[in-house]
């Protein structure tokens, strides 16, 4: 059976700084293609950012230079480092399972709050 | 970066009557491999999202056959047959065609 749970979120000050973990079982994070997608309270999706099996990884414009994306083989675990945290990065965020172009598998979501 | 535009954005419907959401993207989503990345997407109050609809009109593991898909291009839609009690909820459009996928504003489905 397919799982991802996600561990990580939190109450973080302005700049601060925040690691989400994604664990997955019932597949190999490192031979698929994984997502984090975000929701912010009361609003839609918006994609974050890309890992694909090979490697290569990509972001949305709002984030790139300050969040990573990156996996633990040995673990089977994808992880979002979150740097420089502002107060517009609140929301909840959902690592996913790519599959057929689009989010087959999802996590529970981890709610991430940006606050003085 | 592609737009979703979903209408309408509220969905009345009462139970056992059929439900239509449109969807149109601002470009063509037809990947150069041939196919087109649209799915659909239902979040249920207080859930993640689940994947009902892929590839513009086949039904993701498990959901029912009330769900279908339709569409070409840039123009597509969702149909609930028959809507029951547990279909309450938002539905999204989502492109995968481009790398940077990107999603409708969201119909919220309610009972009448």
């Known amino acids: 059976e397919v799982q991802l749970v996600q561990s990580g979120g939190g109450l973080v000050q302005p700049g601060g700084s925040l690691r989400l973990s994604c664990a997955v079982s019932g597949f190999t994070v490192g031979n698929n293609f994984m997502n984090w997608v975000r929701q912010a309270p009361g609003k839609g999706l918006e994609w974050v950012s890309l890992l694909y099996s090979g490697g290569y990884t990509n972001y949305a414009e709002s984030v790139r230079g300050r969040f990573i994306i990156s996996r633990d083989s040995s673990k089977n675990t994808l992880y979002l480092q979150m740097n420089s945290l502002r107060p517009e990065d609140t929301a909840v965020y959902y690592c996913?399972?790519?599959?057929?172009?689009?989010?087959?598998?999802w996590g529970q979501g981890a709610r991430v709050t940006v606050s003085s | 970066d592609i737009v979703m535009t979903q209408t309408p954005l509220s969905s009345p419907v009462t139970l056992g009557q059929p439900a239509s959401i449109s969807c149109s993207s601002s470009q063509s989503l037809v990947h150069s491999d041939g196919n087109t990345y649209l799915s659909w997407l239902q979040q249920r109050p207080g859930q993640p999202p689940r994947l009902l609809i892929y590839k513009i009109s086949n039904r993701f593991s498990g959901v029912p056959d009330r769900f279908s898909g339709s569409g070409a291009g840039t123009d597509f839609t969702l149909k609930i047959s028959r809507v029951e009690a547990e279909d309450v909820g938002v539905y999204y459009c989502?492109?995968?065609?481009?790398?940077?996928?990107?999603f409708g504003q969201g119909t919220k489905l309610e009972i009448k």
């Open positions: 989502m492109q995968g065609t481009q790398m940077k996928w990107t």
């Open positions: 996913l399972r790519g599959i057929n172009g689009t989010g087959g598998y």
